[in-house]
């Protein structure tokens, strides 16, 4: 790459100082302030260290073989933190880009938390102040300027699923600890040491998703009982519960991928569902969207296990049909795409999936109006947009030929076909 990391990241900082007051750090391995372009370093490190304190004790444990990691705390405040690798794999440098906000925060909320650090009156006044100068972004594009860092230090391009999360390796600490001798999951005994007990949980999970197994379901709802609900009545619940579930997202598509699902594909959905996550405005919606996210997957990762006999070209294919289903989808553009002649195209395809190209996107169109009908909020108009009808009319009428019943009354009936 052109420049060394530390030009490349000085570009990075100015083009999106452009635009948002964003902050860049540089640490040693041992966590000694090397540069930023904070203007009070002193105060806005309190927080980061505490985050440090309380999620990773040693933040260079796991750095040789890591991706960038999300920090986020109480407050409401977000930090991504990256390394820099000498040729043996170990770290040279931290860089952390933020801190910012993902939503504006009530007063009452930063109160509550400034109260940990005990401050006197006039301090705690011009940490307010600091805090209000701070930058409000989305997650997704404040990931996505983690992913332009994690450029400039590697030269690698990674996608939102890529990511670590503090906040679940703090989890695998903290469930443990909550496990009651009432709750059980069969295949693990009831003995087994509360270090051991949610690494279990994750790799089953992974497992399952892998092997397309639809009790997927059934079993990560255990997981339900082993966390503490209070974090549900916070005044940040809507918040945490967001990470929580778009930390889901990032271990579904990578165990989907190990399934046979084609990565850009798994990406593409994980950018989605992430960006899904980020509209929802209650906790339902929320839940609404990890049910249809993990529904997905599922049923992808499944195809691909039965589909195992299928070229890679025809697969190719398919993946392109399901990540354009709004576009109208012609025969030549496919053909072009795979590089057969039309007449080629249509014949293999046929032999292999063993119905036609055009009945096949007409069904991956009504499955997905399905689960958009089902598991989200967005009008029938729109998810008839959504999956490439321009009539919704014609939609409707083909849905009912389907399903047995208008798009409105499948939803009422809670994706139940008559």
Not at 6 to 25: D, K, P, S, V
Not at 124 to 150: S, T, V
Request: glycine share 6%.
């Amino acid at each position: 790459m052109v420049g060394t990391t530390a030009e490349r990241l000085e570009l990075l900082q100015t083009l999106i100082g452009c635009r948002h007051n964003m902050y860049f750090w540089t640490y040693t391995p041992g966590l000694q302030l090397c540069a930023t372009n904070c203007p009070y370093p002193n105060e806005l490190q309190t927080f980061f260290f505490m985050e440090l304190n309380d999620y990773s004790p040693d933040i260079w444990k796991n750095a040789p073989a890591t991706y960038p990691m999300i920090f986020h705390n109480a407050l409401g405040l977000t930090w991504i933190c990256d390394f820099e690798k000498d040729d043996a794999g170990q770290p040279l440098y931290a860089y952390v880009i933020g801190p910012v906000f993902y939503e504006k925060i009530t007063d009452n909320g930063i109160e509550q938390a400034l109260i940990q650090l005990r401050l006197s009156a006039p301090v705690k006044q011009a940490f307010l102040d600091l805090l209000y100068e701070l930058p409000i972004l989305q997650i997704d594009r404040f990931m996505e300027f983690g992913l332009m860092m994690h450029y400039c230090i590697t030269g690698e391009k990674i996608s939102f699923s890529d990511y670590r999360y503090a906040s679940a390796e703090k989890m695998q600490r903290e469930i443990p600890e909550r496990i009651t001798g009432g709750i059980t999951v069969e295949g693990i005994p009831e003995g087994t040491t509360p270090a051991d007990y949610s690494w279990i949980m994750e790799q089953r999970l992974q497992q399952m998703m892998e092997e397309g197994d639809m009790e997927y379901k059934a079993f990560s709802s255990k997981m339900v009982e082993l966390l503490n609900p209070s974090f549900l009545m916070s005044e940040n619940s809507l918040r945490m519960t967001k990470n929580t579930v778009i930390i889901h997202v990032a271990l579904c598509t990578r165990s989907a991928i190990r399934g046979g699902l084609s990565p850009e594909i798994a990406h593409t959905l994980s950018d989605q569902y992430i960006n899904s996550i980020e509209g929802c405005a209650t906790l339902l919606d929320i839940m609404d969207v990890n049910s249809a996210m993990v529904d997905d997957f599922l049923r992808r990762v499944n195809q691909c296990h039965a589909r195992s006999d299928i070229s890679p070209q025809i697969m190719k294919c398919c993946n392109y049909i399901q990540l354009h289903l709004k576009e109208k989808l012609q025969m030549k553009t496919l053909a072009q795409y795979v590089n057969y002649s039309e007449t080629h195209l249509a014949k293999k395809f046929k032999a292999e999936v063993g119905v036609p190209i055009k009945q096949y996107i007409l069904k991956c169109r009504m499955e997905q109006a399905k689960r958009l009908i089902v598991y989200t909020n967005i009008s029938i108009q729109d998810i008839c947009e959504e999956v490439g009808f321009a009539s919704p009319s014609y939609f409707g009428e083909l849905f009912r030929q389907e399903t047995g019943m208008s798009p409105m009354e499948y939803r009422c009936s809670g994706g139940k076909e008559s």
